[in-house]
C-alpha cells in the first residue's frame, strides 16, 4: 500500500519579464554610471570587489518607472500570499545598484527589517556570476544521502542566471549570494527591500 505525502514549508522566488526592458534600463544605467563617477568609493555591504551605490535611488526622478513596476510585481505576491493589504501598506525602503566587474562578487547574506527583497537585472553578461539561494533549513544538512539525482526536496542551493531585464522577488529572509563575475563586462543590477506599515 503506498503512502500518502504533504509537502509544507515552500520557499516562493517569483520571476518577472519586464516588457521593453531596453529604453528603461538605458535611463537607470545612465543615472548609476553618474553616481558611481560621484561617489567611487560606494558602501560595503555584501559586496566583494563589487561596487554598491548608496540605498535611496528610489526617491530620484529617474528611478519612478522603475518603482511603479516594482509595486505591481509586489502586489502580485502579496495577493497571490493572501495578505490582508487592508491591515497594513507595502513599500519600497532601500534601493541601491551594485556594479560588479570581472572577479567581484557578493557574500552569502539576507535582508533583515524587510518582508521582500528584489533585483532588477541591467546589464548581464554571460558568465557574470548568478544569484543562489541557500536551503533556509540548515537542520537539513545535518546528513545527506547520496541521491541519484536532486531535485526539489534535496537541492542544498537554487541558482538564477542574470539577464537584463528580468526582476526577482523573494522573502527577505532568505540567504542568497552572487557567484563571481567571469565576465570581461560589467553585471549591472538594482536591488530594493520592502517594508510593511500598519495602517
Excluded at 558611481?36 to 558602501?43: A, L, P, V
Excluded at 531535485?151 to 529572509?173: D, E, I, R
Amino acid at each position: 500500500m503506498a503512502g500518502s505525502r504533504n509537502d509544507w514549508f515552500p520557499t516562493p522566488i517569483w520571476h518577472f519579464t519586464i516588457a521593453n526592458h531596453q529604453q528603461l534600463n538605458a535611463i537607470l544605467l545612465a543615472e548609476i554610471y553618474a553616481e558611481q563617477e560621484k561617489d567611487q568609493q560606494g558602501e560595503k555591504w555584501s559586496n566583494i570587489l563589487g561596487w554598491h551605490s548608496v540605498n535611496d535611488l528610489h526617491r530620484r526622478d529617474r528611478f519612478q518607472d522603475l518603482t511603479k513596476i516594482i509595486h505591481t510585481n509586489v502586489l502580485e505576491v502579496a495577493q497571490f500570499l493572501q495578505w490582508d493589504l487592508q491591515k497594513f501598506s507595502l513599500h519600497i525602503t532601500t534601493c541601491w545598484a551594485i556594479i560588479n566587474g570581472k572577479f567581484a562578487s557578493n557574500s552569502v547574506h539576507n535582508h533583515p527589517n524587510s518582508i521582500l527583497s528584489g533585483v532588477y537585472y541591467l546589464k548581464a553578461p554571460e558568465n557574470c556570476g548568478g544569484i543562489y539561494f541557500n536551503d533556509p533549513r540548515p537542520a537539513s544538512q545535518m546528513i545527506i544521502p547520496p541521491v541519484t539525482e536532486f531535485n526539489l526536496w534535496t537541492y542544498p542551493k537554487v541558482s538564477y542566471k542574470a539577464h537584463a531585464g528580468t526582476m526577482l522577488l523573494f522573502p527577505s529572509w532568505l540567504l542568497h549570494g552572487v557567484d563571481t563575475n567571469m565576465s570581461e563586462e560589467s553585471r549591472i543590477c538594482v536591488s530594493f527591500n520592502i517594508g510593511m506599515t500598519p495602517l
